[in-house]
């Protein structure tokens, strides 16, 4: 089965690489039916907007990691009553926080990749084992690490297909859809987080810098691992 999906991610990556948005997920919806789920981390609704056009009652992914701000937890709420369809997957590792520190101690501050394994990798790779595709919000412009970002693509370490429709808007592309069809958002971006992770981990991003320059600031780690 894995096979076909690589051969299926191999041949769609080629002819769906100028898709639009509309027509990435009309394919995966076409492509999947019931087997793929959209990834969202709440920043806001642009990605679950768009895919509820292609399929209203989608399966929307929400790595609840016990460590997010209170905004985002409030954001994922207001979507399941903005989007009543939809089904939030709410991904939960598999100790608690307060289980993780009395063993571990705060791996945030210690060992953060270590922490992102446990609270992020594995739930996201157990709820993906349940679907043949899943779709993101990776833009490239978001970092450097995310420039070559195809819409279609084979993932290798979950075994499945990766969508990621709006890999080529812009961020005046992104903000235009968000502002035109008054898109939900967190909060937290008008006050100036433009990447938003956990709590412990997401700063303010300095004039000038790329957004997700708040991220582990101060730190080497630039990413929490789920796309590489």
């Known amino acids: 089965m ?6 299926l991610a191999e041949k769609a990556s080629a002819e769906l690489a100028d898709a639009s948005a509309a027509e990435a997920l009309a394919w995966t919806a076409r ?12 920043q806001d609704a642009v990605l679950i907007d768009l895919a509820t056009q292609a399929k209203p009652d989608v399966d929307v992914l929400f790595l609840e990691t016990g460590y997010h701000f209170p905004e985002t937890i409030g954001t994922r ?3 399941e009553v903005v989007y009543p369809k939809v089904r939030i997957v709410n991904a939960a590792a ?5 289980e993780q520190e009395a063993e571990f101690g705060l791996l945030n501050k210690t ?5 992102c394994f446990l609270r992020k990798v594995v739930p996201l790779r157990n709820t993906l084992a ?4 899943w779709v993101t919000g990776v833009r490239r412009v978001d970092a450097p690490t995310r420039a070559d970002t195809p819409i279609v693509q084979w993932d290798e370490r979950n075994g499945l297909v990766k969508v990621n429709p709006i890999a080529p808007w812009s961020d005046e592309q992104f903000n235009a859809y968000i502002a035109d069809h008054g898109i ?16 412990p ?14 991220r582990w600031a101060g730190q080497s780690k630039t990413e929490c691992g789920l796309h590489g």
């Open 2 to 7: 894995s096979a076909d999906l690589k051969s």
């Open 31 to 42: 492509t999947f039916g019931e087997s793929w789920i959209v990834a969202s981390n709440m």
């Open 77 to 79: 709420d207001a979507v």
């Open 94 to 98: 598999e100790q608690s926080v307060a």
């Open 111 to 115: 060992a953060p990749d270590r922490c």
């Open 130 to 133: 349940r679907y043949d595709a």
């Open 184 to 199: 939900l958002e967190n909060p937290l971006v008008s006050e100036g987080y433009l990447s938003i992770g956990c709590a």
């Open 201 to 214: 981990c997401t700063a303010k991003p300095l004039p000038g810098q790329d957004p997700r320059s708040g």
